[in-house]
């Protein structure tokens, strides 16, 4: 996504959000002493203290760092970096990095590297009220989809230098979820004409010319896998993770439509995957959901499909989170301000600020106060807007009355069907995937 | 250089050869630092073993195997070689038109070279801009689109005009022709007018004074700018990717996606092949025009 979008909408504090942030920050500052055990030196040592936070611009935001450093006291650099540039980085130059920004299957590869030290859950404050989805892979006693690499899948290590991911609930965590979203359709209902709600929908022949799909081999992947159970060609023992026969059905399928013109185009990034649809040169295709508000904010009319599991285990979303590390080289008094700095992203500054473009906060709790009670609704709760919701610019985006497509986070998150992944056929899958892309 | 080795007899500390050595010393360590060791790192990459995202320094040819055992890699050449012989075909007719209307038919050599540096106009631009440029026009609801269904010539707008082959060759020419111009219009500055006259007294017609006199002596030139647009198309990435509307991959996307899951060493290999592929390319096309001889060739 567009750095330049994310840090240009700092958005404008209400009286109400900058008092809240006051006390807040009044909090974190007491609260430090408590976690470092440090006297009131504190704040003078750590000024000249910088933490280098880098990964991808949906999660490494300018805006969010600036803030932070504001609240905390000592400075935060953040670099953009696509994903893999990003892991490569961590892998070959781990001391250029503090706070690495990572997916599942990157924190797969770091912890095995053993780039990475555990985070110790005993030094996250809000650690109770991180949503179970994350730290036991449940809600509601209800078991999340592990189709994939979940979040929980890659959570816990069994001590700080451990290099081997462990099964269950531990004390040290690989990294801290931060931010998060559910992947689905979206459509133009005033081109469509009918309401979407099912994965084949991308293949339908009445989209003919008109659909796209997600050209991230190793996501873009699962896209067509929910399109083709939809369809009810297959049914998959773990689409995030085929076997080569898997592989062969998926990637067929795909050819088949392709040559009957099925896809008028493949997207990479955010904007592509705007201008596609605002353009109208495509009705239907795989989109992010805040792509999704992006379209609206032109004042085009788009919807994100709601695709809940059906009771035959068909449709659901595609889910990823991205969350932060902690760099093994870190020690004394920058290992203290990274914690603190961990800490800060779930006092609910962050969640508020992510929320508004559409993502979610492991700790709604916290950004709960940092919303009108309207924004937290709506954004959150899937309850109707009692008033017009703004995207972060302030372009009017939802009539009072509407409701978030998808329904509240809970209700999308029960509906995960896989998880964002790299699998072991890996390699196999991106040059069949190419295959596709050259047929 | 030259005068050192016309003199064969030369001892090897002569002032000359030392000359001439420290002459040659900084381009060789410039490109020994910024091209063969970057080369030697991406060879001995492609063939180290990998696994689960791991690269292991332990001698295979398996990556290799993958590349050319793929039919993937031969349709993904095919693709490229198809589109490179589409936009050399289009650049050069282009390049070379312009290249002679300007040596040619323009008088004045002020203006000429002026006309020459607007051909470089659209260059002050970004290539990612020139590109994009293209998308309002060609697309569903673009200018051409929109035009002709007001004429009332089509009733369903275009769908071959964007994401097709049709769109990817129209930047490459965009892009590229002025790599066709440049040589050419060198190759054909250097004619002497005489010949010119000489043709014409022995009874030459213009298209005969064309293709005897004027095409052989700017062969150098088209030899130049054809490896310049063959190349430039068969390593891009990106244009194929925009202007296909990602429905098409090429030899270098292929590259990309192993990268994004660090299978370096297969996109190592991958590398390595089209190196070879554009050098043999490169050579044969070499091998038609000894462009050293006439580029040094006096006339």
């Not at chain 1, 795989?286 to 999704?292: E, H, I, K, L, Q």
Request: hydrophobic share 45%.
């Amino acid at each position: 996504m567009g750095r330049k979008r994310l840090s240009a909408m700092a958005p404008g504090p209400t009286r109400r959000g900058l008092l809240k942030s006051a006390a807040v920050l009044a909090g974190a500052t007491a609260g430090s002493g408590a976690i470092g055990g440090f006297p009131t030196i504190w704040a003078q040592e750590i000024k000249d203290i910088t933490l280098r936070h880098i990964g991808v611009s949906y999660s490494v935001v300018q805006a969010i760092g600036d803030q932070a450093a504001k609240d905390l006291g000592f400075k935060v650099v953040m670099q953009n970096l696509d994903t893999s540039t990003a892991i490569t980085r961590f892998i070959t130059q781990p001391t250029s990095v503090d706070i690495p920004d990572l997916e599942g299957w990157q924190t797969k590869v770091a912890i095995a590297r053993g780039i990475l030290q555990g985070i110790d859950v005993k030094k996250i404050k809000q650690f109770d009220n991180i949503l179970p989805i994350f730290t036991k892979g449940e809600y509601d006693g209800k078991k999340v989809s592990r189709q994939g690499i979940s979040p929980y899948e890659a959570m816990y290590i069994d001590s700080k230098d451990s290099t081997k991911i462990v099964e269950g609930v531990h004390d040290w965590m690989t990294f801290l979820p931060q931010v998060y979203n559910a992947d689905s359709i979206g459509y133009r209902p005033d081109l469509v004409g009918e309401p979407i709600t099912e994965w084949k929908k991308l293949l339908d022949p009445k989209f003919k010319g008109k659909s796209a799909i997600l050209d991230v081999p190793n996501i873009g992947i699962m896209d067509a896998a929910l399109a083709l159970e939809s369809r009810g060609d297959i049914v998959y023992k773990n689409k995030g993770n085929m076997t080569r026969a898997e592989i062969d059905t998926t990637i067929n399928a795909l050819i088949d439509a392709k040559k009957q013109g099925q896809f008028r185009a493949t997207w990479t990034t955010f904007e592509q995957s705007v201008e596609l649809m605002a353009a109208g040169e495509v009705t239907v295709q795989s989109m992010w959901s805040p792509a999704v508000t992006a379209v609206l904010a032109k004042g085009i009319p788009c919807t994100y499909a709601p695709v809940n599991i059906r009771p035959d285990g068909k449709e659901g979303y595609r889910g990823w989170c991205n969350g932060m590390g902690l760099m093994r080289h870190l020690s004394g008094k920058k290992l203290d301000a990274a914690y603190e700095y961990l800490n800060w992203y779930y006092g609910g500054w962050q969640g508020a600020f992510v929320a508004r473009h559409g993502y979610y906060s492991p700790v709604p709790s916290t950004a709960k106060q940092f919303m009108s009670a309207n924004e937290y609704d709506y954004w959150y709760a899937g309850k109707p807007a009692t008033d017009v919701i703004k995207d972060p610019y302030g372009a009017p985006i939802a009539k009072a009355g509407s409701i978030r497509d998808g329904g509240s986070l809970i209700e999308r998150f029960t509906n995960i069907s896989c998880w964002n992944t790299v699998m072991d056929e890996n390699q196999y899958m991106i040059q069949r995937w190419n295959e596709f892309k050259s047929a | 250089m030259k005068a050192a080795s016309r003199r064969s007899g030369a001892s090897w500390l002569s002032p000359a050869r030392v000359k001439s050595f420290a002459l040659v010393t900084p381009l060789a360590l410039v490109l020994l630092m910024f091209v063969v060791a970057p080369l030697a790192v991406v060879m001995a990459v492609s063939v180290f073993r990998y696994d689960n995202f791991e690269v292991i320094p332990a001698f295979t040819f398996e990556n290799y195997a993958s590349v050319l055992s793929s039919h993937l890699t031969l349709s993904l050449y095919l693709t490229m070689l198809k589109l490179a012989a589409m936009t050399w075909v289009c650049t050069l007719l282009i390049g070379y038109s312009v290249a002679a209307f300007l040596v040619f038919h323009v008088r004045n050599r002020l203006v000429a070279i002026g006309l020459f540096l607007v051909c470089t106009v659209p260059f002050w631009t970004s290539n990612v801009i020139r590109m994009i440029s293209w998308l309002p026009l060609l697309g569903k609801q673009g200018v051409i689109n929109q035009a002709l269904m007001a004429v009332g010539v089509i009733h369903e707008p275009l769908q071959m005009l964007l994401f097709s082959d049709f769109s990817v060759v129209i930047s490459y020419v965009h892009l590229f022709t002025i790599f066709m111009i440049v040589p050419i219009f060198n190759a054909m500055s250097r004619i002497d007018p005489s010949l010119f006259e000489a043709a014409h007294d022995a009874g030459a017609a213009r298209w005969q004074t064309l293709l005897w006199v004027v095409l052989p002596l700017t062969k150098s030139g088209i030899v130049l700018g054809s490896i310049f647009v063959v190349t430039l198309v068969m390593g891009d990435f990106y244009v194929v990717k925009v202007m296909s509307g990602g429905t098409d991959a090429s030899v270098v996307s292929a590259m990309y996606d192993d990268i994004s899951t660090l299978l370096f060493p297969h996109a190592a290999a991958s590398a390595a092949v089209l190196m070879l592929i554009l050098t043999i390319m490169v050579a044969a096309i070499l091998r038609l025009v000894d462009v050293r001889q006439e580029l040094v060739s006096s006339r």
